[in-house]
């Protein structure tokens, strides 16, 4: 009654190798193709801001942020710590000189802030309070149709002032912005002595296997010495200076806002991980102790006592021994 399918089953079953190969040599080669090794030192990130400032152009808060991410490709991210003078203030972003203020209300530009903050006041802010004052003043219906009508206004004079404002606002301490990239701030009338007593703390502890500074001060050499010594990698971020020359790798700002130092850091690490296994197996001579016992056996078991005592520090062709029996058989 029904039409055989022979000929369909023979053409599936002979497009079926065509179809599960290409799955299974991508199976084969996802399990043959290793897996990203990530890094899992323990890295402590420690920042004098007076020492080492990121360039104006950028906003502290994306500094931070671009710092951080530089970190966490050495290892993972464990400390992150910031030291800032109290009365510390970063200068303000530099502007272009083409650079035109817009006004959000009426669209004109001007070329200094202080003039659009001055046209601000004398037309917007006049006109909102105006609207406001008829909207106060109607009853019933008119006042319900006068505030729709104006809603659209009255909002994009709101809206423009908060931005005004929060320009106005920008520049407030440095604290404020670390703190919302994460990094701990410590106030301190002296940023260069507080940290380098928390890096002596942090090699002390044996909790970091990585310790990167952002700092420019020749003083802290002595740190990257010991951190050499404990075989604790260093990075410093923040020139080429003194202190840079005593670490294993050092970044220029540049490097760390355009990503650079966030490529590096694996084949870095990688060159860390195998100097540690060839210094692991590395061979070196140990030199014996002269001052070991030499031990004697004899058949007859006399005098083994007297040769012992007699061989310490002396070689085995020196022997006191030796010399009594040639001049016995003289």
Request: glycine share 6%.
């Amino acid at each position: 009654m029904f039409p055989q399918l022979t000929h369909l089953r023979r053409r599936v079953l002979a497009a079926a190798p065509e179809l599960l190969a290409p799955l299974f040599f991508r199976s084969l080669s996802t399990a043959a193709t290793p897996a990203a090794r990530k890094p899992t030192t323990a890295v402590a990130v420690l920042w004098d801001l007076a020492a080492s400032r990121p360039p104006i152009t950028l906003p502290l808060y994306d500094a931070a942020v671009r710092l951080h991410l530089a970190a966490t490709s050495f290892g993972r991210l464990r400390l992150s710590a910031a030291f800032v003078h109290p009365t510390h203030r970063l200068p303000a972003p530099a502007v272009p000189a083409a650079t035109t203020h817009l006004c959000r209300v009426c669209g004109r530009r001007f070329r200094a802030r202080d003039a659009l903050l001055r046209h601000f006041d004398a037309i917007h802010a006049r006109e909102h309070a105006k609207c406001l004052a008829r909207i106060d003043s109607s009853r019933g219906d008119r006042r319900v149709r006068l505030a729709a009508a104006l809603s659209l206004k009255l909002s994009k004079y709101e809206k423009a002032a908060r931005e005004l404002t929060a320009g106005a606002d920008a520049a407030a301490t440095p604290a404020d912005e670390l703190g919302r990239a994460g990094i701990r701030v410590a106030l301190t009338r002296t940023p260069a002595a507080s940290l380098r007593e928390r890096a002596q703390q942090v090699l002390d502890e044996g909790s970091v296997g990585c310790l990167m500074l952002v700092s420019g001060k020749d003083d802290l050499a002595s740190l990257l010495r010991v951190a050499r010594e404990r075989g604790v990698r260093s990075v410093v971020v923040g020139g080429e200076s003194g202190l840079a020359r005593w670490a294993d790798v050092w970044f220029w700002w540049p490097d760390v806002i355009s990503g650079k130092a966030r490529s590096a850091a694996p084949s870095v690490s990688g060159k860390w991980r195998d100097r540690d296994v060839l210094k692991g197996l590395e061979w070196r001579y140990e030199e014996a102790d002269d001052d070991e016992a030499v031990v004697f056996e004899d058949s007859d078991g006399d005098g083994v006592e007297e040769l012992a005592r007699r061989a310490k520090g002396k070689p085995w062709w020196k022997l006191d021994s030796d010399d009594s029996d040639s001049n016995v058989g003289g």
